[in-house]
C-alpha cells in the first residue's frame, strides 16, 4: 500500500536524526493522552472481543438469529467530550 | 453524507453560551483520537451514558449536523483507512526511533502526524467496544457474527464539518 500520507510519514522519519525524533515524541508523550494501544486497536478492527453470555432472540427469522452479549474488557476508549 | 452528532457537556447553567460559541475542545487525557471536539454518531444513548457516569444528573447533551465526507479519516467505515492506519502505525514502529517501554498509541499517532508530517484531514471517525455490545451470530456452525451498536464517535479537528447553526441543546429540555 502507498498512499500520499504513507509516503509523507516514511518521508518525514528518512529525513531527521535521532535527536529531532526524540524531540517530537517527547512532545507526543507530554500530551499524557491515553488511548488504544496495537493489540486493542487491532482487536477493535478485528472484534475479537469475549463472549460472555448467548441470549436466543425470541423472533422469527430466516437465518436463525441469535442476539450475543459480549464483554470487552479493558478496550473501552470512546468516552471522550 | 450527513449525520447527527451528540456533544456532552458538564451543566454549568450556561446553556445560552455554549450554544453560541459551540461545542468545547477536548484536550485532556481522555481524546482518544486526539485533540478535537467529540460527539456521538447517532446515537444518543451513549451521550447519556456519559453524562450519567461523568456528571451524575448534571449534564447537558448538545446535537449538531455533522458532515461524513472525504475529510474524514474513517476509522470505523473505511476499509481503505483502516489498512492505510496499521500500516502507517506498522512504519513508525519500525522507523521511529522509540526506547524501551514506549508505546504507540492511537492518539499519540494521530497527534504525531498532525504536529510533524501534515494530517490531511479535519475530523476522525471511529468506534470501540464498549463493555457490553450486541452481535448477531450467523447462527449453526458458524463462527461469525456481525457487531450491531458500536460506541462510534467523530472528532472534529476543526469546526469545518460541523454546522454551527444546527448545535443546539437538547437535553435537559430548557
Not at chain 1, 28 to 57: C, H, M, R, W
Not at chain 2, 121 to 139: L, W
Request: negative net charge; glycine residues 6%; hydrophobic residues 35%.
Amino acid at each position: 500500500m502507498n498512499t500520499p500520507l504513507l509516503q509523507k510519514l516514511r518521508e518525514h522519519l528518512a529525513s531527521i536524526s535521532k535527536e529531532q525524533f526524540r524531540k517530537e515524541w517527547t512532545e507526543i508523550e507530554s500530551l499524557g493522552l491515553e488511548g488504544p494501544n496495537y493489540e486493542e486497536f487491532i482487536q477493535s478492527l478485528t472484534a475479537s472481543i469475549k463472549v460472555t453470555d448467548i441470549q436466543i432472540l425470541n423472533i422469527e427469522s430466516p437465518f436463525n438469529l441469535e442476539l450475543v452479549n459480549v464483554q470487552a474488557g479493558e478496550s473501552s476508549y470512546a468516552n471522550a467530550a | 453524507m450527513l449525520t447527527i452528532g451528540y456533544h456532552t457537556l458538564q451543566n454549568l447553567d450556561n446553556v445560552d453560551e455554549i450554544e453560541n460559541s459551540g461545542p468545547i475542545k477536548c484536550t485532556t487525557k481522555a481524546a482518544w483520537l486526539g485533540h478535537g471536539y467529540y460527539f456521538w454518531d447517532y446515537n444518543i444513548h451513549w451521550a447519556h451514558n456519559f453524562g450519567r457516569s461523568r456528571y451524575v444528573d448534571s449534564y447537558m447533551i448538545f446535537e449538531a449536523e455533522i458532515v461524513i465526507n472525504q475529510e474524514t479519516y474513517d476509522l470505523y467505515g473505511n476499509v481503505r483507512h483502516k489498512m492505510e492506519f496499521k500500516e502507517l502505525w506498522d512504519e513508525l514502529k519500525e522507523n521511529g526511533h522509540f526506547e524501551i517501554g514506549e508505546e504507540i498509541t492511537v492518539p499519540k499517532l494521530i497527534e504525531y502526524l498532525k504536529r510533524n508530517v501534515g494530517f490531511p484531514y479535519s475530523s476522525i471517525r471511529a468506534a470501540d467496544t464498549p463493555d457490553r455490545e450486541s452481535r448477531i451470530s450467523f447462527g449453526g456452525q458458524r463462527s461469525e457474527y456481525m457487531i450491531l451498536n458500536e460506541r462510534v464517535q467523530i472528532c472534529l479537528i476543526t469546526k469545518k464539518n460541523l454546522s454551527l447553526q444546527s448545535f443546539r441543546v437538547i437535553y435537559p429540555d430548557f
